[in-house]
């Protein structure tokens, strides 16, 4: 079983600096006290980031493998979060935009799939406690 470890520190305020597994640091939180305010990333914003950032490694390789030339790729992902504590997520909209000459429909459509069903680590994690709804479209670059 793969095992590694993040770390985050506490500066001040509500910011904090993490670092993945290798040490690369990541600004994460606010500080509303200083002037000017220290914006970083918002927690909950990560996982979303973590979500799609996941499935996109695994779809552009796969899309590779496949022999499908992407000259643009996007993801986005729209999360409902409930207005009360805990504040989870209730549905995350993921939407993929490739862009590519003669991109095959069926092989994009197989590459999504097999991401979201079975590679994405953080999907998996994700999906049991929130509905994730996916779209795709081409577009010829």
Not at 60 to 75: G, W
Request: charged content about 25%; proline content about 5%.
């Amino acid at each position: 079983m793969a095992q590694g470890t993040v770390h985050a520190k506490w500066v001040e305020g509500d910011l904090f600096v993490g670092a993945d597994r290798n040490g690369r640091p990541l600004l994460i939180g606010h500080d509303d006290r200083r002037e000017p305010a220290w914006n970083a990333v918002k927690p909950s914003d990560l996982l979303m980031l973590g979500m799609i950032a996941c499935s996109g490694l695994d779809v552009v390789d796969i899309l590779a493998k496949q022999h499908q030339h992407l000259s643009d790729f996007e993801i986005s992902a729209t999360g409902d979060q409930s207005d009360e504590p805990p504040y989870a997520f209730s549905k995350i909209q993921i939407e993929y935009v490739f862009r590519g000459d003669h991109l095959n429909p069926a092989l994009v459509q197989r590459a999504v799939d097999l991401s979201e069903n079975k590679y994405c680590s953080v999907m998996a994690t994700v999906r049991p406690g929130c509905e994730i709804i996916t779209h795709y479209r081409i577009e010829e670059a």
